[in-house]
């Protein structure tokens, strides 16, 4: 009993001392040399390190995919969070492009499954559209069930591959 409350204060002294170099420190490192580098220098990213306006802030801070309920090209009031973020985004950062890639995995024939991918990536383009981006700066093609994340039987899994993927295009790149 006498040698677990050591433990535990041992841990509990030892958290305490790891923490303390984390608080208030502005980048100073242990040798008390600043680096010259702040909180307030930092890009603002959501806290999450990405500078703004690169594909990486896209990724991490917007979203790319736009998940659909099967069978449907409709937008739902979660796919239409993600298409909102992508559209202010984009508003932002005119010099980009979208690719809109869209996939099915849904029953049916291939046939049906290419004209579902393509409707869901018409939806998500049509709906940035409507957000007031340029359709001059965005592309759609669906795909059908090519490219799935996972070939499963599993529904949460088979729900991964029914979705559209915004993908950036290189300012300048045609």
């Given at each position: 009993?006498?040698?677990?409350?050591s433990l535990?204060?041992a841990?509990a002294?030892?958290?305490?001392?790891?923490l303390s170099?984390?608080?208030?420190?502005?980048?100073?490192?242990?040798?008390?040399?600043?680096?010259?580098?702040?909180?307030?220098s930092?890009p603002?990213?959501?806290?999450?390190?990405?500078?703004?306006?690169?594909?990486?802030?896209?990724?991490?801070n917007?979203?790319?995919?736009?998940?659909?309920?099967?069978?449907?090209?409709?937008?739902?009031?979660?796919?239409?969070?993600t298409?909102?973020?992508?559209?202010?985004w984009?508003?932002?950062?005119?010099q980009?492009?979208?690719?809109?890639?869209?996939?099915?995995?849904?029953?049916?024939?291939?046939?049906?499954?290419l004209?579902?991918?393509q409707q869901?990536?018409?939806?998500?383009?049509?709906y940035?559209?409507?957000?007031g981006?340029?359709?001059?700066?965005i592309?759609?093609?669906?795909?059908?069930?090519?490219?799935?994340?996972?070939?499963?039987a599993?529904?949460?899994?088979k729900?991964?591959?029914?979705?559209?993927?915004?993908?950036l295009?290189?300012?300048?790149?045609?």
């Open positions: 009993m006498n040698r677990a409350v535990a204060s841990v002294l030892g958290l305490a001392v790891a170099g984390c608080s208030g420190s502005s980048g100073g490192g242990s040798s008390g040399r600043s680096t010259g580098v702040t909180q307030a930092l603002d990213t959501g806290g999450i390190g990405a500078e703004p306006g690169t594909e990486q802030d896209f990724m991490l917007v979203g790319r995919r736009t998940f659909f309920k099967q069978g449907s090209a409709a937008l739902d009031e979660t796919a239409r969070v298409v909102d973020k992508q559209a202010e984009l508003a932002r950062y005119p980009w492009k979208a690719k809109i890639q869209g996939f099915a995995d849904d029953s049916g024939s291939e046939a049906a499954q004209k579902l991918s869901r990536a018409d939806a998500v383009k049509n940035l559209v409507a957000q981006i340029s359709q001059d700066r592309w759609a093609k669906g795909y059908g069930r090519d490219r799935l994340v996972g070939d499963c599993d529904l949460e899994c729900a991964q591959n029914r979705r559209v993927v915004t993908n295009q290189e300012p300048g790149a045609d």
